[in-house]
């Protein structure tokens, strides 16, 4: 028997207080895990852009939690360490790059190419703020990054290696890349030239003196020139078609397992 103090009259029902107002736990449990995804991801937008603004050397956690407008503790309670947090930042930005790249390739057979993967790429990464900063910056932040993805991240580290070998392996099994060298070769020479271009960049632009094409778009078709010939990229319009679906799905896998790991951070606290 329900007691009459714990009941609200409302004309001809009779309804408990406690069942007007309680929360079910598993909404409660819901606004909780909703809510530390947002603080979660205000946090990383504090960081990247503190990271475009300052670089990363001169963050400190203290200088992310003002800007995010949390205590320092909450932000370890999400990302343990500097390292580990701006590897989530870099990440995110990486996720949404993949993404992108993903759904070219999904639209035409041509955007499967490493060519223009690599112009793609990029464009890509010029409109991305946090990856241009990372790319830019020190050296020794890029060495960092890549340490810690080593410790955190090990399994997306894996998967987009994987990827990129599966990748060069269907390219060169429909005969649209140059079969003389083996694929270990390729991946090197398509990982280098994109690196070089990216990281000489700055450098090309601090020396007045040095030819450089004024416009990203024409710098995005050198690279994808020197790529196509490093490359020897060629084959049929039926082989290109073929290796397609292939590709667009690999790399629309990768782009959802990146997604999942930028979840992954962002779902989980030290305290749960």
Partial sequence: MVDASALVNTGPFHIPVSQEHTVAPAEQSMTRNAQRE?????????AGDLLVTWGYPKITIEDVARRAGVGKGTVYLHFPTKEVLFLVVVLRAQSALTEQLASAMRRSPEEILPSAMARSVYLSMGDSPVISAVMTGKSETLGTLARTAAEHSRDLVSDR?????TYFDLLIEHDLLRSDRP???????????MTGYLLAEPILASQPGLPQPESREHRADVLADSIRATLGEGGTTDALAAAWPEVATLYEELARRAR????RYLQSTRDT
């Fill in 38 to 46: 947002q603080r979660a991801a205000r946090i990383l937008d504090a």
């Fill in 161 to 165: 290696i994987t990827t990129s070998h």
């Fill in 183 to 193: 694929r270990n070769d390729l991946v090197y020479a398509y990982t280098s030239v």
């Fill in 260 to 263: 999942a790991e930028v979840d």
